[in-house]
């Protein structure tokens, strides 16, 4: 069934992809977002409160920026594969389209 | 529907070719981290998107179902099969959202899986989904599965706010109540919120466009069968 191949490759997909995040998040510089929850949830605001750093600047470290890079490369990688995967199922559904309404044509006439 | 309209409902949900592009390097690249989370937060830009289109093909699915139960002269086609379509599809974004979760429940709080009331919830509406899958599966070749089906997706729907907005609230949960919070208000940079807003619209499209083949590989098997059966 295309229906049910369609659901569970974009599932397993984007499950891949994103089951890289932990393993590469692991060189990454953290605080202890646990306390992090606990402060927001006594009232704390400013748990998206973007840093003053971004990933172009010269202070994050360079592992750090390699994972990142890596992961988004992943993400990216993914998204193209589901994305030929869509085109190429949007293509053979015109093409019958097209031919269904041929065929209808053909018989009306 | 005229044929302009379509063209132009086409080429809004062939944009996802671009937008999800963009949201990616946005997510990953453009948008600072959080000051907290760090890194870690970039996860956010998927699983709230996720979640939102996953709740979305639900209540989608429900209206349909509704839609099916009204329309006795059958002046619309195949709404059953669409409501089903979109169930599908919010399933897979459900699983995605779970997974997402769970990644991130594992950087914050240490493991994958807590029983926190937020993933608790969302397990049951996995199943109640789940079960609509089965059920439709043991149904098939009655002539009233459409419609039980439907009546069941109307029901799943309405436990879709006990589960989603009441049980987390009644309960206390670690999950963040963050994007609006008890101050009703957006603590996010702008970037942060553009990138989010960007991610939702990529992810909402690409519903549409998934659904979208869904139903039209629908219609276009139905129509075969059609031509087959007069051929015969």
Known sequence: ???IKLSFLTAALLAITLSAAPFAGQTLPHANAGIAFAQAQTGQPAILKPTQTSVSEKEMPADAAVVLYRVMGVVIVVWIGLAVYLFRIDRKVTRLEKEVRGRKQGAAS | MTKLNMKFIS??????????PATIVMAFLWVPPAELLGDYSRIIYFHVPLAWVSMLAFVVSGVLSI???LDKKRRFLMLDGKSYNSAAVGLAFTVLTVITGSIWAKLSWGSFWNWDPRETSILFVLLIYIAYFSLQAALAGNSSRGRIGSVY???AMTTLPFFMFLAPRVMQSLHPDTIININRTIYMDDRMW????TSLVSFTILYGYMLNLLDRLMLVEKKIEDIRHADD
């Not at chain 2, 080429?11 to 999800?20: C, D, N, P, R, T």
């Not at chain 2, 553009?194 to 807003?197: D, E, F, G, R, Y």
Request: aromatic fraction near 4%; proline fraction near 4%; charged fraction near 5%.
């Open chain 1, 1 to 3: 069934m295309p229906m």
């Open chain 2, 11 to 20: 080429l809004i949900l062939k944009s996802v070719y671009v937008l999800m």
């Open chain 2, 67 to 69: 839609m099916h139960l």
């Open chain 2, 153 to 155: 997706l109307i029901v």
């Open chain 2, 194 to 197: 553009l990138t989010l807003v």
